[in-house]
């Protein structure tokens, strides 16, 4: 599941992605931000993902960015 916010003060959008991954490398492409609503925000680099492992923190990503997933993750 992707949660996007795309405007301040604005609910979260959660989407359940399927279409493109394969076990266990998640890319951020840009087919996906468009489907969230956040293709602008790749292009510009303002993109952020929530990095839980390492530096527990919003990090920037770049389209393109692979994330590896960890089971139960």
């Given at each position: 599941m992707?949660?996007a916010w795309?405007?301040?003060?604005?609910?979260?959008?959660?989407?359940?992605?399927?279409?493109?991954?394969?076990w266990?490398?998640?890319v951020?492409?840009?087919?996906?931000?468009?489907?969230?609503?956040?293709?602008?925000?790749g292009?510009?680099?303002?993109?952020?993902?929530?990095?839980?492992?390492?530096f527990?923190?919003?990090?920037?990503?770049?389209?393109?960015?692979?994330?590896e997933?960890?089971e139960g993750?």
């Amino acid at each position: 599941m992707v949660y996007a916010w795309t405007r301040n003060d604005a609910p979260h959008v959660v989407h359940v992605v399927q279409s493109g991954f394969i076990w266990p490398y998640f890319v951020i492409s840009s087919t996906l931000l468009s489907t969230l609503g956040l293709l602008e925000a790749g292009e510009q680099g303002d993109l952020r993902l929530y990095d839980e492992m390492d530096f527990i923190d919003w990090v920037a990503v770049d389209i393109g960015h692979i994330v590896e997933v960890q089971e139960g993750q």
